[in-house]
């Protein structure tokens, strides 16, 4: 069983930029395709990101291309979306999930992380 912890969410302008990180508790991220999903506040959750681990395969939503980019460190055992020119509304929770499948079909997807906030303000 993993178990992803995320961090790097905060408060920053339209236009800027953030870096989420999702580390892993227990075993190791090698096996799994790790996805961003995010919801906003009365909204449905909404997938952002996946990649393959071993391969580095990736997946991005239409409203991200361009602007986000997910990448992993093997060293660190850890997975980022670096996210540019930040919108109002890519404020959100955003969850860090392992999954064996690399969709963006959040119930495919194992083991959540609790969260990390990002504000986007105008």
Known sequence: QVQPVES???LVQ???SLRLSCA???RTFSDYVMGWFRQA???EGEFVSAIRWRSGTT???DSVKGRFTISRDNAKNTV???MNRLKPEDTAVYYCAAGMVLT???SRYDYWGQGTQVTVSS
């Open 104 to 106: 963006s079909t959040a």
């Open 80 to 82: 980022y979306l670096r």
């Open 24 to 26: 892993a508790s227990g």
């Open 59 to 61: 997946l991005y939503t």
């Open 41 to 43: 506040p009365g909204k």
């Open 14 to 16: 339209a236009g800027g």
């Open 8 to 10: 790097g969410g905060g």
